[in-house]
Protein backbone atom coordinates (compact mmCIF):
# COMPACT_ATOMS: atom_id res chain seq x y z
CA UNK A 1 0.00 0.00 0.00
CA UNK A 2 1.41 3.70 -0.79
CA UNK A 3 1.68 5.99 1.46
CA UNK A 4 1.47 9.88 1.05
CA UNK A 5 4.52 11.97 2.32
CA UNK A 6 1.52 14.04 3.92
CA UNK A 7 0.69 11.30 5.92
CA UNK A 8 3.60 10.20 6.96
CA UNK A 9 4.18 14.06 8.02
CA UNK A 10 1.47 13.81 10.38
CA UNK A 11 2.81 11.89 13.21
CA UNK A 12 5.51 14.84 13.37
CA UNK A 13 5.27 17.70 15.96
CA UNK A 14 2.99 20.10 14.70
CA UNK A 15 6.08 22.78 13.68
CA UNK A 16 7.93 20.49 12.27
CA UNK A 17 4.95 19.44 10.23
CA UNK A 18 4.21 22.48 9.07
CA UNK A 19 7.42 23.37 7.96
CA UNK A 20 8.26 20.54 6.01
CA UNK A 21 4.84 20.21 4.47
CA UNK A 22 5.35 23.52 3.24
CA UNK A 23 8.67 22.65 1.68
CA UNK A 24 7.18 19.30 -0.02
CA UNK A 25 3.94 21.64 -1.19
CA UNK A 26 6.67 24.41 -2.91
CA UNK A 27 6.18 24.18 -6.92
CA UNK A 28 10.18 24.26 -7.02
CA UNK A 29 10.20 21.19 -4.65
CA UNK A 30 13.17 18.99 -5.77
CA UNK A 31 14.56 16.41 -3.04
CA UNK A 32 16.64 18.07 -1.66
CA UNK A 33 16.38 19.12 2.42
CA UNK A 34 18.78 22.07 2.39
CA UNK A 35 21.73 22.02 5.30
CA UNK A 36 19.17 19.21 6.67
CA UNK A 37 21.24 19.23 9.91
CA UNK A 38 20.51 21.97 11.21
CA UNK A 39 16.48 21.44 9.70
CA UNK A 40 14.61 21.75 12.53
CA UNK A 41 16.59 19.55 14.52
CA UNK A 42 15.61 16.91 13.00
CA UNK A 43 18.59 13.55 12.34
CA UNK A 44 18.54 12.49 9.15
CA UNK A 45 17.05 9.08 10.18
CA UNK A 46 13.86 11.06 11.28
CA UNK A 47 12.95 11.74 7.32
CA UNK A 48 13.22 8.02 6.49
CA UNK A 49 9.68 7.09 6.86
CA UNK A 50 9.04 10.03 4.18
CA UNK A 51 11.45 9.33 1.55
CA UNK A 52 10.10 5.66 1.60
CA UNK A 53 6.88 7.72 0.69
CA UNK A 54 8.19 8.35 -2.53
CA UNK A 55 8.62 4.68 -3.28
CA UNK A 56 7.09 3.50 -6.08
CA UNK A 57 6.83 -0.19 -5.81
CA UNK A 58 3.77 -2.20 -7.18
CA UNK A 59 5.79 -5.21 -7.77
CA UNK A 60 7.42 -5.98 -4.57
CA UNK A 61 5.60 -3.94 -2.43
CA UNK A 62 8.56 -3.05 0.15
CA UNK A 63 9.00 0.51 0.35
CA UNK A 64 12.82 1.82 0.92
CA UNK A 65 13.86 5.51 1.37
CA UNK A 66 17.29 6.74 1.56
CA UNK A 67 18.71 10.06 3.11
CA UNK A 68 21.91 10.93 1.01
CA UNK A 69 24.62 14.04 2.77
CA UNK A 70 26.61 15.51 1.29
CA UNK A 71 29.20 18.12 2.30
CA UNK A 72 27.64 21.00 1.26
CA UNK A 73 25.32 19.80 4.48
CA UNK A 74 22.18 19.30 2.31
CA UNK A 75 20.02 15.97 2.35
CA UNK A 76 18.79 14.01 -0.88
CA UNK A 77 16.11 12.22 -0.36
CA UNK A 78 16.14 8.54 -2.03
CA UNK A 79 13.19 5.80 -2.93
CA UNK A 80 13.10 2.86 -5.22
CA UNK A 81 11.15 2.50 -8.23
CA UNK A 82 9.95 -0.53 -9.83
CA UNK A 83 7.56 -0.78 -12.95
CA UNK A 84 4.59 -2.85 -13.86
CA UNK A 85 5.30 -5.17 -16.75
CA UNK A 86 9.47 -4.31 -16.43
CA UNK A 87 11.74 -7.05 -15.66
CA UNK A 88 12.66 -7.02 -12.10
CA UNK A 89 16.70 -5.63 -13.14
CA UNK A 90 14.65 -2.37 -14.81
CA UNK A 91 13.96 -1.32 -10.99
CA UNK A 92 15.89 1.61 -9.22
CA UNK A 93 16.90 1.03 -5.70
CA UNK A 94 16.48 3.09 -3.27
CA UNK A 95 20.69 4.02 -2.01
CA UNK A 96 20.77 4.59 -5.97
CA UNK A 97 17.83 7.10 -6.18
CA UNK A 98 19.46 9.17 -3.65
CA UNK A 99 22.76 9.03 -4.49
CA UNK A 100 21.74 10.08 -8.37
CA UNK A 101 19.85 12.96 -6.67
CA UNK A 102 23.10 14.37 -4.58
CA UNK A 103 24.57 13.77 -8.23
CA UNK A 104 22.05 15.56 -10.17
CA UNK A 105 22.22 18.35 -7.47
CA UNK A 106 25.97 19.11 -7.73
CA UNK A 107 27.74 17.60 -4.77
CA UNK A 108 31.09 16.18 -5.12
CA UNK A 109 30.42 13.00 -2.80
CA UNK A 110 28.81 11.35 -0.53
CA UNK A 111 29.73 11.75 3.24
CA UNK A 112 26.86 9.43 4.59
CA UNK A 113 23.84 7.71 3.60
CA UNK A 114 21.08 6.38 5.79
CA UNK A 115 18.80 3.42 4.86
CA UNK A 116 15.88 2.33 6.53
CA UNK A 117 17.22 -1.35 5.13
CA UNK A 118 20.23 -2.95 4.84
CA UNK A 119 21.80 -2.43 1.68
CA UNK A 120 21.76 -5.19 -0.92
CA UNK A 121 24.67 -6.29 -2.67
CA UNK A 122 23.61 -4.61 -5.78
CA UNK A 123 23.96 -1.34 -3.95
CA UNK A 124 26.78 -1.79 -2.05
CA UNK A 125 28.94 -2.36 -5.59
CA UNK A 126 27.25 0.64 -6.95
CA UNK A 127 28.45 2.97 -3.69
CA UNK A 128 31.76 1.59 -5.26
CA UNK A 129 31.99 3.86 -7.58
CA UNK A 130 31.77 6.77 -5.48
CA UNK A 131 34.81 9.04 -4.59
CA UNK A 132 36.57 8.46 -1.36
CA UNK A 133 34.28 5.33 -1.36
CA UNK A 134 36.14 4.08 2.33
CA UNK A 135 34.94 7.05 4.57
CA UNK A 136 31.34 7.19 3.27
CA UNK A 137 29.25 6.19 6.75
CA UNK A 138 26.12 3.92 6.13
CA UNK A 139 23.47 4.43 8.59
CA UNK A 140 20.76 2.14 10.04
CA UNK A 141 18.46 2.27 12.60
CA UNK A 142 21.24 4.54 14.56
CA UNK A 143 24.08 1.76 14.04
CA UNK A 144 27.21 2.94 11.53
CA UNK A 145 28.50 1.32 9.48
CA UNK A 146 31.25 1.82 6.69
CA UNK A 147 31.30 0.50 2.92
CA UNK A 148 34.56 -1.52 3.34
CA UNK A 149 32.97 -3.75 6.14
CA UNK A 150 29.78 -4.53 4.19
CA UNK A 151 31.67 -4.89 1.21
CA UNK A 152 35.33 -6.33 2.03
CA UNK A 153 36.32 -7.59 -1.34
CA UNK A 154 34.14 -5.08 -4.10
CA UNK A 155 34.99 -6.07 -7.45
CA UNK A 156 37.05 -3.26 -9.08
CA UNK A 157 39.57 -1.22 -8.24
CA UNK A 158 38.53 2.25 -6.34
CA UNK A 159 38.47 4.86 -8.13
CA UNK A 160 41.01 7.62 -9.09
CA UNK A 161 39.75 11.47 -7.53
CA UNK A 162 37.46 13.14 -10.29
CA UNK A 163 37.11 10.41 -12.08
CA UNK A 164 34.40 8.64 -9.74
CA UNK A 165 31.01 9.00 -10.16
CA UNK A 166 29.72 12.24 -8.34
CA UNK A 167 33.34 14.18 -11.23
CA UNK A 168 32.81 16.71 -12.48
CA UNK A 169 32.70 15.07 -16.12
CA UNK A 170 32.79 16.18 -19.16
CA UNK A 171 32.24 14.05 -22.53
CA UNK A 172 32.49 16.33 -25.75
CA UNK A 173 29.73 15.40 -27.96
CA UNK A 174 27.56 17.53 -30.84
CA UNK A 175 24.27 16.99 -31.56
CA UNK A 176 24.45 15.90 -35.44
CA UNK A 177 21.64 18.46 -35.98
CA UNK A 178 21.81 21.81 -36.11
CA UNK A 179 17.98 22.68 -34.95
CA UNK A 180 18.31 21.04 -31.35
CA UNK A 181 15.35 22.58 -29.49
CA UNK A 182 15.48 23.74 -25.42
CA UNK A 183 14.39 19.76 -24.21
CA UNK A 184 16.61 18.12 -26.76
CA UNK A 185 19.38 20.41 -25.69
CA UNK A 186 19.33 19.66 -22.18
CA UNK A 187 19.29 15.55 -23.09
CA UNK A 188 22.78 16.30 -24.73
CA UNK A 189 24.05 18.87 -21.73
CA UNK A 190 22.91 15.57 -19.49
CA UNK A 191 25.22 13.34 -21.81
CA UNK A 192 28.46 15.73 -21.55
CA UNK A 193 28.09 14.99 -17.93
CA UNK A 194 27.26 11.57 -17.81
CA UNK A 195 29.52 8.63 -16.14
CA UNK A 196 30.65 6.39 -18.17
CA UNK A 197 33.84 5.38 -18.00
CA UNK A 198 33.44 1.45 -18.72
CA UNK A 199 31.70 1.56 -22.17
CA UNK A 200 32.08 5.43 -23.18
CA UNK A 201 28.72 5.71 -24.25
CA UNK A 202 27.33 8.89 -23.15
CA UNK A 203 23.62 9.18 -22.96
CA UNK A 204 21.56 11.68 -21.97
CA UNK A 205 16.97 12.19 -21.00
CA UNK A 206 14.91 14.43 -20.85
CA UNK A 207 11.64 15.21 -19.65
CA UNK A 208 8.96 17.69 -19.71
CA UNK A 209 5.92 17.61 -16.87
CA UNK A 210 2.17 18.78 -18.06
CA UNK A 211 3.49 21.41 -15.00
CA UNK A 212 6.07 22.47 -17.36
CA UNK A 213 8.79 21.85 -15.55
CA UNK A 214 11.40 19.66 -17.17
CA UNK A 215 14.37 17.20 -15.51
CA UNK A 216 17.15 15.38 -17.26
CA UNK A 217 19.32 12.54 -16.47
CA UNK A 218 22.75 11.17 -16.96
CA UNK A 219 23.82 7.70 -17.56
CA UNK A 220 25.98 6.43 -14.32
CA UNK A 221 28.03 3.19 -15.26
CA UNK A 222 29.07 0.47 -12.32
CA UNK A 223 32.02 -1.62 -13.28
CA UNK A 224 29.94 -4.51 -12.32
CA UNK A 225 27.56 -3.37 -15.08
CA UNK A 226 24.49 -4.66 -14.21
CA UNK A 227 24.49 -1.87 -10.96
CA UNK A 228 24.51 0.77 -14.00
CA UNK A 229 22.00 3.51 -13.69
CA UNK A 230 20.44 4.55 -17.45
CA UNK A 231 19.67 8.01 -18.34
CA UNK A 232 15.69 7.79 -18.49
CA UNK A 233 15.94 6.05 -15.14
CA UNK A 234 18.14 8.89 -13.60
CA UNK A 235 15.50 11.94 -15.38
CA UNK A 236 12.29 9.70 -13.65
CA UNK A 237 14.03 9.51 -10.42
CA UNK A 238 14.27 13.53 -10.11
CA UNK A 239 10.86 13.87 -11.39
CA UNK A 240 9.36 10.96 -8.98
CA UNK A 241 11.10 13.02 -6.17
CA UNK A 242 9.83 16.61 -7.11
CA UNK A 243 6.36 18.49 -7.05
CA UNK A 244 6.12 17.23 -10.71
CA UNK A 245 5.49 13.24 -9.24
CA UNK A 246 2.05 13.21 -9.67
CA UNK A 247 2.05 15.42 -13.51
CA UNK A 248 2.10 13.62 -16.66
CA UNK A 249 4.87 13.48 -18.95
CA UNK A 250 4.19 15.52 -22.26
CA UNK A 251 7.33 14.84 -23.84
CA UNK A 252 10.91 13.12 -23.64
CA UNK A 253 13.97 13.08 -25.91
CA UNK A 254 16.99 10.43 -25.60
CA UNK A 255 20.68 11.34 -26.67
CA UNK A 256 22.11 8.42 -28.69
CA UNK A 257 25.45 7.85 -29.87
CA UNK A 258 25.79 6.52 -33.11
CA UNK A 259 29.05 4.76 -32.73
CA UNK A 260 27.97 3.02 -29.42
CA UNK A 261 28.75 -0.32 -28.83
CA UNK A 262 25.66 -0.31 -26.39
CA UNK A 263 22.49 0.80 -26.75
CA UNK A 264 19.76 1.52 -23.67
CA UNK A 265 17.06 3.14 -26.54
CA UNK A 266 14.70 -0.03 -26.23
CA UNK A 267 15.04 -0.37 -22.48
CA UNK A 268 13.93 3.39 -22.23
CA UNK A 269 11.07 2.93 -24.72
CA UNK A 270 9.47 0.21 -22.84
CA UNK A 271 9.91 2.28 -19.20
CA UNK A 272 7.78 5.18 -21.24
CA UNK A 273 5.54 3.01 -22.74
CA UNK A 274 4.69 1.36 -18.88
CA UNK A 275 3.94 5.11 -17.56
CA UNK A 276 3.34 6.92 -19.95
CA UNK A 277 1.94 7.68 -23.88
CA UNK A 278 4.72 10.07 -24.38
CA UNK A 279 6.30 9.02 -27.63
CA UNK A 280 10.15 8.49 -27.20
CA UNK A 281 12.33 11.53 -29.37
CA UNK A 282 15.49 10.58 -30.29
CA UNK A 283 18.70 13.02 -31.02
CA UNK A 284 21.82 11.35 -32.44
CA UNK A 285 24.69 12.48 -31.35
CA UNK A 286 28.84 12.12 -31.88
CA UNK A 287 31.82 12.68 -29.78
CA UNK A 288 33.27 15.97 -30.46
Not at 188 to 193: C, K, S
Not at 243 to 255: L, P
Amino acid sequence: MTISPESILSSFPKHQSTNIGDLLERSDFNGCFPELAQTENLNPEQLLPLASAFSIAPVSGFHVGAIAIGPSGHGYIGANMEFVGMPLNASLHAEQSAILNAWMHGEPSIEAIYISALPCGHCRQFMCELPKRDQISIIIEGKTHMLQDLLPQPFGEARRPGESLLGNHHNPITGLSANEDALSQRAINAAERSYVPYSNTPEGFAIECADGHAYAGRAAESVAFNPSVPAVLCALNLKNLSASRSYSINRCVQTKLVTGLNSSTDFTRAVLKAISNANLETVSIEKG
